[in-house]
């Protein structure tokens, strides 16, 4: 074998002994509702809030880019540890928790202790797209809980509202996730909501120029400038595309046309690189369903490594840190 070959195999083996090996319907024998529990309360969430379900996606995100899909955006800070909840990103913005412990509750019930907060996030992200109009597609589950979160890591890590093209597909190549799942991934912006607080920079003072994004059209930053005043209440929340509650490919056709809501969301258009992505999804929604699936599933086999464990409650970790080590 080539040296070439040795390094990958030894680089595959590395990621099989240090990771947990995810599969499809990991939970069939030890809990076979497993599934149709997540998948009925994302539902019940669904009717007493229609943005809950959009909310809950997002943390697939914000937890798999942080140390891996490890549940880690759950945890609530400790006396000695700064958890994730307060990060830049997430603070004042992240939202739904409620319904991760709803979920987790009926899961407790069923079967005791069985089933990862890292897989419910991943099952209710899928269920979340599948319930508005979006693909629905087999997960792979299998995860366990992490005992630590990281502020830090969180604050460096994730993008922020103002970020571009370039930086956003530099960002998404260090998780090996290539431009256009990128692209399909920024589509989750399909529905849900952002505040004002993320693009007041972009309606008055674009990259300093004290002028809004010449990329606006004209007509959506009026209705904007409407919603988002210079005196606004930063928390007021607009819709990120026009179809907020529908999983379809209208925030593509909405970039094209220059209503995007984020500046990270119309770079998207501007930007050469990923174009005609854009142009592609907002012209044949099954490609951006495939694309979208296909990023989803990469996502989420980002793994840390680091011991886990299958928490009973998703915001409290049940072992400390030094007792796993002590363990392994
Ligand atoms: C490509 C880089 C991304 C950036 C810069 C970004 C940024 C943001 C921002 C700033 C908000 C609104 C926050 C607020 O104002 O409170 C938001 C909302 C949202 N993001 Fe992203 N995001 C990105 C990618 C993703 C991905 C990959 C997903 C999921 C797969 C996702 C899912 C969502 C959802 C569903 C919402 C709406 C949440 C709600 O209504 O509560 N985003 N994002
Ligand atoms: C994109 O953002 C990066 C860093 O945030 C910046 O250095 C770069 O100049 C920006 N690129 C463009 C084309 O605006
Ligand atoms: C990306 O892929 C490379 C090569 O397969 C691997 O070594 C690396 O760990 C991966 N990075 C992430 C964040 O998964
Ligand atoms: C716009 O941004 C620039 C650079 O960040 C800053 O110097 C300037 O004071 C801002 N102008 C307004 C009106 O906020
Ligand atoms: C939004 O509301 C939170 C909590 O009520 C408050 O602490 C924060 O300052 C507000 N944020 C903005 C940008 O107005």
Known sequence: MSLLHHLILYLTLLTVVRGDILRPRFYSKTCPEAESIVRSEMKKAMMREARSVASVMRLQFHDCFVNGCDASVLLDDTPNMLGEK????????????EVVDDIKEALEKACPGTVSCADIVIMASRDAVALTGGPDWEVKLGRKDSLT?????????????????????????????????????????????ARCFSIMFRLYNQSGSGKPDPALEPGYRTKLDKLCPLSVDQNVTGDLDATPHVFDNMYFKDLVSGRGFLNSDQTLYTTPETREYVKMFSEDQGEFFKAFQEGMVKMGD????????????????????VDALLES
């Open 86 to 97: 307060l990060a830049l990103s997430n603070i004042n913005s992240l939202r739904s928790f």
């Open 149 to 193: 979160a990281s502020q830090k890591d969180s604050d460096d890590i994730m993008p922020s509202p103002r970020a571009n093209a370039t930086y956003l597909i530099d960002l998404f190549q260090r998780f090996n996730l290539s431009v256009k799942d990128m692209v399909a991934l920024s589509g989750s912006h399909s529905i849900g909501q």
């Open 302 to 321: 980002l793994q840390s490594g680091k011991p886990g464990e299958i928490r009973s409650n998703c915001r409290v970790a049940n072992r400390r840190p």
